[in-house]
Structures are given as C-alpha cells and as structure tokens.
C-alpha cells in the first residue's frame, strides 16, 4: 500500500522558519517527481514547489520562488520543503504528492494537481505576525 506521510508543520512567527518532511513507502520512488501544494482556507490548493526524479530539476511557485528550497533524499524515499522568510500567507495545509509513475511531463504540468497518483495527509504551518 502505497504512503506519503509528512512531517514538521507548526505553528511559527513571520520571518521564521520551518523544514517539512514527507516519507514515502509502497511505490517506486526513485523515478518519480515529487512536489508540495498547499491549501489555506478558502482557497483552492495550488503547486507549491516539485522535484525530478534525480533531484537535479527542480520547480517553483512565483509565490515562494527565493525562500523555499525542495530537496529530496533517495536514499530515505524522503522530500522535504526547506521554508524561510515566512509570512502570514503561507498559512495553509501542506501537502505531498507523488506524481504518476513513467512520466516526465512534469517540467510543464507539475502544477496539475490530477498528474499526481498519491497524496499524504498534509502538515499545517501557521505563521502569525
């Protein structure tokens, strides 16, 4: 059975920081794009940052393009979102995603939530001001 699972969500002050984490077990990790969305309340969940299969490509939202950092690490079927800077908007559930297997389409439609096969239970961060 095939699972995300994230970690490090919390509660934080504007400026601060936080590393999130995500896990993987049950399917073929090394070959797949992984990514982040998120969703506050309210709004739709939108693409956040994403990672190629060998880590070397990785892609932004305009958003937290400069302060957030995705990095994966092969060797622990793991993703994480380094967050700095943070500001009040970028409260929100945070979700990873595993994106559909054997296909590199990514570079353009990684923001395409529907391109995605599995999904964690997301991690909340809250930044106050």
């Known amino acids: 059975q095939a699972q995300l699972v994230e970690s490090g969500g919390g509660s934080v002050q504007a400026g601060g920081s936080l590393r999130l984490s995500c896990e993987a077990s049950g399917l073929t990790y090394s070959d797949r794009c992984m990514a982040w969305f998120r969703q506050a309340p309210g709004k739709e969940r939108e693409g956040v940052a994403a990672?190629?299969?060998?880590?070397?490509?990785?892609y932004y939202g305009d958003s937290v393009n400069g302060r957030f950092t995705i990095s994966r690490g092969n060797a622990k079927n793991t993703v994480y979102l380094k967050m700095n800077s943070l500001i009040p908007e970028d409260t929100a559930m945070y979700y990873c995603?595993?994106?559909?297997?054997?296909?590199?389409?990514?570079?353009?439609?990684?923001?395409?939530?529907?391109?995605?096969?599995?999904w964690g239970q997301g991690t909340q961060v809250t930044v106050s001001s």
């Open positions: 995603a595993a994106y559909r297997s054997n296909y590199y389409d990514y570079r353009a439609y990684w923001r395409i939530q529907d391109h995605y096969t599995y």
């Open positions: 990672i190629s299969g060998d880590g070397g490509t990785t």
